[in-house]
């Protein structure tokens, strides 16, 4: 995949926020940023909704490369059935997409379905309708249970999931083999000792924890490091979080975390680009590392096809020291579908049907973007089970087994964007020796107790 294929969150050094744009004026908004018709474009405020005796459903996603050309496939698909609906497209940077959205929703001027990640049901609920009045009968039983349950808000459905996409451990195995070590992948000590076999028997590096220059990745492989050692990122119920990471278990975890690139001497603290790490990989010069199942894009040539010469393995990532759950951060591509007074109650349940069409229907899903896709049927199906992905690779078949086995797990649903650098930027600092581990967690859960009291 691409790097704008799966959209980092580093959008959130904007300055615009969530409460900002709820509370300003429609005038104010738009001199504030140029003028907000401008950017929003799209809306059904500007489109006549009956054209051609069918209902115009105007559709926002952020995808781009092998994602976007899926996408444009199943709303191709979608507007040639015969169910008077026509589908119209308008692709969005991520860097922009929530402020466009929030916009856009605050001058009636918003789309009837937009893409974003299912954990942010919570900070997208002021802006976004449930849709239970909608779905087909018997909706809830096309996805998998677990995501179904877990992107629920306050007992209701407010999206639905594309996909579940997660994080777990890729190895190169020409490596692991030149260094005659085959880990344990659920013992640390087994893990640790073959890690400290490849430095001192090999010119490679054993493990990264990040597989991209990013404290949104810091965060997401810290979440999974944390479960397993018994923490919690918060605790609490929407509404009444605490930060629950600056405990002694939080710490250790984090020092873990700075040690790979400190006393263990694992890595390198110096990236010499954002995408060091999978160069690194690619080249045999890095054994391990923590990356999402769309990440094997990364691993392709110019064709598309996993580099001839790397043999990798696709690793359930629960080698983390602690009493906690073996489980790995997930998240969900999902659809959801913003408020806007224009918006009748005829495009609101085809804004639902074209939704449950593009999720219950998208097996080259899996192919184009390395996801698992959220319907169970889909997931399952032979046009998924005989990729290479699922049959050779196996990112595909141990994300499905993981789901199964409710062995991920969303980040919390909050009323902040969770997702922020301004959270996570000073675990990338404690990872590149930048910051001591007390200085940067601190400072986090500082930062995010804050955003989350007055959010």
């Known amino acids: 995949m691409s790097r704008h294929n799966h959209p980092n969150g580093e959008q ?41 005796g069918e209902t115009q459903i105007d559709y926002w996603f952020y995808f781009g490369a092998a994602e976007r050309d899926v996408m444009a496939n199943l709303i191709t698909e979608f507007n040639e059935m015969d169910n008077g609906i026509q589908v119209n497209e308008q692709g969005v940077p991520f860097g922009e997409f929530l402020n466009k959205l929030f916009t856009a929703v605050n001058a009636d001027n918003s789309p009837h379905v937009a893409s974003y990640f299912g954990s942010f049901g919570q900070y997208l609920k002021p802006i976004t309708h449930p849709i239970d009045d909608y779905l087909s009968s018997g909706a809830s039983n096309k996805y998998f249970d677990f995501a179904w349950d877990s992107l629920q808000v306050s007992g209701s459905t407010y999206a639905l999931p594309i996909d579940i996409h997660g994080k777990a451990l890729y190895t190169n195995e020409n490596v692991l083999e030149s260094a005659g070590v085959d880990p344990d992948f659920t013992s640390w000590e087994s893990f640790s000792n073959a ?70 001497g ?32 990364n691993l392709k040539n110019e064709s598309g096809e996993v580099y001839e010469d790397l043999a990798l393995n696709f690793e359930r990532p629960f080698m983390f020291p602690g009493d906690g759950d073996n489980v790995a951060w997930c998240e969900s591509n999902s659809l959801f579908f913003p408020n806007n007074a ?58 499905h087994e993981m789901v199964t086995n409710e062995q991920v797990r969303y980040q919390p649903s909050t009323s902040v964007d969770l997702n922020s650098s301004r959270f996570w930027g000073s675990f990338l600092d404690m990872y590149l020796q930048n910051t001591d581990v007390q200085t940067g967690v601190q400072s986090s859960a500082s930062e995010l107790q804050s955003a989350l009291d007055n959010a």
């Not at 900002?20 to 909704?49: E, F, I, M, R």
């Not at 680009?273 to 045999?284: N, P």
């Not at 899996?366 to 690779?393: C, F």
């Open 266 to 297: 694992w890595d390198t603290p110096t990236f010499q680009s954002d995408s060091a790490r999978v160069e690194d990989f690619i080249a045999g010069n890095l054994a391990m590392f923590i990356a999402g199942t769309w990440s094997i894009n």
């Open 342 to 399: 224009n918006h009748d109650e005829a495009e609101k349940q085809a804004a639902v049907e074209f939704a449950e069409f593009v999720t219950q229907n998208n097996a080259e899903w899996a192919t184009a973007g390395g996801h698992l896709p959220a319907s169970q049927s889909v997931a399952e199906s032979s046009a998924v089970k005989n990729t290479a992905l699922w049959q050779d690779i196996g990112t595909i078949s141990t994300m």
């Open 12 to 52: 959130n050094s904007s300055r615009l926020t969530r409460r900002g744009v709820l509370g300003a004026s429609g005038a104010a908004l738009a001199a504030g940023l140029s003028g907000c018709a401008g950017l929003t474009g799209g809306g059904t405020s500007n489109n006549d909704s009956s054209a051609d």
């Open 195 to 264: 890690c400290d076999t490849i430095v001192s028997d090999s010119d490679a590096r054993p493990f990264s924890f990040l597989n991209w220059r990013s404290g949104q990745e810091a965060f997401r492989a810290y979440t999974s490091a944390l479960t397993q050692a018994g923490g919690n990122v918060l605790t609490g119920d929407p509404g009444n979080y605490q930060v629950a990471y600056d405990n002694d278990i939080g710490l250790e975890t984090a020092q873990l975390m700075a040690n790979i690139t400190g006393e263990f």
